[in-house]
């Protein structure tokens, strides 16, 4: 009789943790969530299109999809950053070399960043994403300084930066709630 007792205690007790655990589909983000999300980016239809794209995003809530987010970000900002490294190695002209050192500090620090934001999800710390999203984008935004209006040599690379900074614009937008909570 006890044992019988025990397993209709476990499955009382389950049952009732189920009913009272929200769905994690419960607080799947809408269409017009994520959409309404984007339009604090400089491109709405791009960041839509960028989110909806990835699969990841076709169930998750709106931690899930920040940090779908944070690791699209982290993605280029690491492959622009091989990329200038290598730009820096191969560079005869002293100037540009300089440019391309200083540019790659910036990214250097701009991925640190947002591994700092990673661990802040990890941690529950969403209060201080906004400072490190921040310095993120106050990286790439000096890399593009770095290289000037007039540095023809390193169009490449701008128009690389800019895509950075719209990656960082959508960690910007989707992590802006948590932070309130």
Known sequence: MA???TSFMLTLISIVFISITPSVTSNRLTDTEINHLCSNTNNLENCYKLLKSDPRTSNVDAR?????SVDLASKKANKIHSLINSFVNKSHDS???N???SC???YND???DLKVIKNYFKSGAFKNIPIQVKDASDEIKQCKKVFGVSTSDCAHIKKRNQAVEFLISIVEATSSNLSKN
Do not use: C, D, W
């Open 3 to 5: 044992a019988f007792s």
């Open 64 to 68: 899930g999809l920040a940090e779908v």
């Open 95 to 97: 100037r540009l070399k």
């Open 99 to 101: 440019i391309y050192k």
């Open 104 to 106: 790659s500090n910036n």
């Open 110 to 112: 701009a991925i640190y």
